[in-house]
């Protein structure tokens, strides 16, 4: 097994191999002398070195062998995730090797941890979900377009400003005025008959092709203002817009299929982001700023959308969301995903990081995560049944030398609360979850933020110190236990989700490869119709204790 696959393809290989292993679809599955041996759907048995492994996690050094009926021949990762993922079909495999190509043209991150401002931090994650088989594809989007557009490629541009008459709108309450403020910032005038409207231009150049918008063009109510600044940067999550001049970030549908979901928002998401910023202005969110003052939650104010005469235009959809991060000369915080990104060759980010803290730093450093970082999501879970979806690309962490200080969340279009605690959120927020479908039962809710905060933040935060030779793995997860059995004394709250945490011997993760291979839209459930497929997870806590 000499051939060894280029470094740029390693990350699209642990993607893959990582969630296809998590989930089953490849078999027998055997690990000896620094390699992984497993059989593909099709019988044929697979030998892949190992750079580092832990319980939770591989990361694959690159030599791939197969055999074959004449022994054992190398092969690439491009050939073997073409093979896999042909097994399932055309469309599967075009998005796999989509995505293998996208991570291909990234450049290098850049920079050190400390000196990432809010953007560079977004744009440092390079090849995005850890457990993906297409992490990267993208449906619709050429590939010049992508170099333009996606945050990975470090890219800035400009957003397209329409103006729409108002009796075209669906507004949330108190949006206009803040639309004509961002207008104002970043066009410099504003129109006084009209709501400035800003669009992505990739996704303005689409929407104006469309029969409906072009009647509205052409009957003078809706008409083109030009381009904005060209200083608008894409968050990791590609739909989502930061420019350091614009009182708010800008959250656009984009009309193409990004992994599992086709990105339009609707009426119910942006309802949920509302909510969220009216809770945070109440006797409840006064609560919350006093009780965790090291926690910040992006609010998300307004929405605005085209009505035509089938109701609301999704892919016109835009939200405005709070922009604290104004200063192109501060550092921070850091996006947790592009913080435990491993690198092909080296240690990821953190793993940098927690090594020039000090020998021994590791477990230390993952306690104060849990403190700062976790334990601020489970207390809202606890005390208020609120469920924030916070999971990689949703965690925000503030470094103080290195050291985690603070945490933002944002997304509020991924929360929802408990029916048990609806009376008492109503009581202080007036209509929340109304035209939301958020609110759920404990065993679907907390299942979901077990996922969210638990499995993809928690464990790849603890997996990244493993795989990067700083903590043991065993240290680790006696250190999670410890903050959950801590912490199920302690809240003043409902302490049920600690004690599943705690007890149970599975947990909920969410199936990236089945969803991807199954070709659904993820976006088309609701939080009690969930699309995503989900399984069971042995929970690694309960092993640790029974070894």
């Known amino acids: 097994?000499?051939?060894?696959?280029?470094?740029?393809?390693?990350?699209?290989?642990?993607?893959?191999?990582?969630?296809?292993?998590?989930?089953?679809?490849?078999?027998?599955?055997?690990?000896?002398?620094?390699?992984?041996?497993?059989r593909d759907p099709s019988g044929r048995e697979v030998r892949a070195g190992l750079r580092a492994a832990s319980r939770l996690r591989y990361l694959f050094d690159g030599t791939l062998c197969r055999r074959t009926p004449n022994g054992?021949?190398?092969v690439e990762a491009e050939t073997l995730l073409a093979d896999l993922a042909g097994q399932v079909g055309d469309t599967f495999q075009d998005r796999v090797l989509d995505s293998l190509a996208a991570i291909r043209r990234?450049?290098?991150?850049?920079?050190?941890?400390?000196?990432?401002?809010?953007?560079?931090?977004?744009?440092a994650l390079k090849a995005g979900h850890p457990f993906h088989p297409n992490p990267r594809s993208r449906d619709e989007m050429s590939a010049e377009d992508a170099a333009r557009f996606a945050p990975e490629q470090e890219g800035q541009f400009a957003l397209r400003w329409i103006a729409a008459r108002p009796e075209l709108l669906t507004l949330s309450s108190g949006a206009a005025p803040l639309?004509?403020?961002?207008?104002?910032?970043?066009?410099?005038?504003?129109?006084?008959?009209?709501?400035?409207l800003p669009w992505h231009p990739w996704q303005a150049q689409r929407l104006r092709q469309r029969p409906e918008v072009a009647r509205m063009v052409e009957q003078s109510v809706l008409w083109d203002l030009g381009p904005g600044r060209s200083d608008w940067a894409a968050t990791s999550s590609m739909r989502s817009l930061h420019a350091w001049h614009a009182p708010y970030m800008v959250k656009t549908s984009l009309s193409l299929k990004l992994t599992n979901s086709v990105r339009d928002l609707s009426l119910r998401e942006v309802r949920r982001g509302v909510h969220v910023s009216d809770l945070l202005q109440s006797d409840i969110g006064a609560e919350i700023e006093q009780a965790f003052p090291d926690l910040h939650i992006l609010g998300e104010p307004a929405y605005v959308a085209l009505r035509g005469t089938n109701g609301i235009v999704d892919a016109s959809m835009v939200v405005l969301r709070d922009n604290p991060f104004r200063d192109a000369g501060t550092t921070g915080p850091v996006l947790l995903a592009a913080l435990c990104e491993a690198k092909p060759n080296g240690s990821s980010p953190l793993g940098t990081m927690v090594a020039r803290i000090g020998q021994g730093a590791a477990r230390h450093w993952f306690e104060r995560f849990l403190e700062v970082a976790i334990r601020p999501v489970l207390e809202l879970r606890a005390r208020y049944g609120l469920l924030f979806g916070a999971h990689q690309q949703n965690l925000m962490i503030e470094l103080s030398n290195g050291w985690p200080s603070a945490v933002w969340i944002r997304d509020c279009q991924g929360t929802g609360h408990l029916e048990s605690f609806h009376d008492k959120l109503t009581a202080a927020c007036p209509g929340i979850g109304e035209g939301t479908e958020n609110v759920v039962n404990a065993e679907l809710g907390d299942g979901l933020l077990i996922y969210y905060v638990v499995v993809n933040s928690v464990f790849n935060t603890l997996s990244t110190l493993v795989l990067d030779g700083l903590a043991q793995e065993d240290d680790l997860l006696s250190t999670w236990r410890q903050f959950l059995e801590r912490e199920r004394e302690r809240t003043p709250g409902d302490p049920s989700l600690y004690g599943r945490l705690l007890t149970r011997p599975t947990l909920t993760c969410k199936g990236n490869f089945s969803t991807s291979m199954s070709g659904v839209n993820e976006a088309d459930g609701d939080a009690r119709g969930q699309l995503a497929a989900f399984f069971e997870l042995p929970n690694p806590i309960l092993e640790t204790v029974d070894a």
Do not use: C, H, Y
């Open 106 to 123: 990234a450049p290098p991150q850049r920079g050190d941890v400390n000196s990432w401002t809010f953007i560079a931090a977004e744009q």
């Open 179 to 196: 639309l004509r403020l961002l207008a104002k910032a970043d066009l410099g005038s504003v129109p006084s008959d009209a709501v400035p």
């Open 72 to 74: 054992w021949e190398a």
């Open 1 to 38: 097994m000499t051939l060894r696959s280029a470094a740029g393809d390693l990350p699209a290989l642990d993607a893959f191999l990582n969630s296809a292993l998590r989930e089953g679809w490849l078999r027998k599955t055997s690990q000896d002398q620094g390699q992984l041996a497993f």
